[in-house]
């Protein structure tokens, strides 16, 4: 119930079209209260969401590296929209000049919707510049488990070279049109970048299993398509 009522000042900013956060130090404490998410999870493999017109949330962390917080990427109060309620806890720190580490678990809440809830336990790493996050997700009906990792800029080309694998799993098979059945796929996803002469280049490949077993009409998966899928983006700031 704290973190509930916390949790409306930042979402009175308004909507996601002009971010606020707004911070401030508690003691030992940092606090945010913000309209667009402040902390990504297991080295970036989590990144909150903004699914609805009004979102928000806190983060509060401790000069030990211990945090918390709750994210709402949708309060729930447009037509068509759900209440969601995302509760995390975790610690980050590093040994000495060694690798960093973070360990946590979050909870995603759905007040309004039943056996929707779900929870997900998290871990990341970075050492020599390169990155590594996992996460197990557990819901009612679907286990879900992802692996990042990140190796940063490459030689001799500068490339960054991120890696996403994930297993998903259904408790229960799913008949498909082919009188096939589904119940575990695999998906991945690779992204190359690198910047040139201002602009910043991606190169990204994603695709699943599912593709080869025509079973993409239940696909639900890391990724935007079941199919193979291959993007090329170039991005210039304007200013």
């Not at 056996?115 to 998290?122: G, K, L, S, T, W």
């Not at 009612?140 to 996403?164: E, I, M, W, Y």
Request: glycine share 12%.
């Amino acid at each position: 119930m704290f973190l509930r009522m916390l949790l409306f000042p930042a979402l009175l900013f308004g909507s996601g079209a002009y971010a606020q956060v707004m911070q401030r130090e508690l003691g030992d404490f940092e606090l945010k209260l913000a309209t667009t998410p402040t902390r990504n999870m297991a080295q970036g493999l989590i990144q909150p969401a903004r699914s609805g017109n009004f979102h928000g949330g806190l983060d509060l962390t401790h000069a030990n590296g211990w945090y918390f917080g709750q994210w709402s990427p949708s309060v729930g109060i447009t037509p068509g929209s759900q209440l969601e309620m995302d509760s995390y806890v975790g610690y980050a720190g590093t040994r000495g000049n060694g690798p960093g580490y973070e360990i946590g678990v979050i909870r995603y809440a759905y007040p309004y919707l039943k056996n929707a809830d779900r929870h997900e336990v998290y871990a990341g790493l970075t050492l020599l510049g390169s990155r590594l996050g996992a996460a197990l997700s557990r819901a009612n009906d679907r286990a879900d488990n992802t692996l990042l990792v990140d190796l940063g800029q490459r030689s001799p080309l500068n490339l960054d070279v991120t890696l996403k694998y994930a297993s998903h799993s259904l408790n229960n098979p799913v008949s498909l049109a082919n009188g096939r059945s589904v119940r575990n796929y695999n998906d991945w996803s690779l992204n190359l970048s690198r910047p040139w002469l201002g602009i910043r280049f991606d190169l990204s490949y994603s695709g699943s299993d599912l593709d080869n077993r025509g079973g993409c009409a239940v696909y639900s998966g890391q990724n935007a398509q079941c199919n193979d899928f291959l993007l090329l983006k170039m991005e210039h700031p304007l200013y």
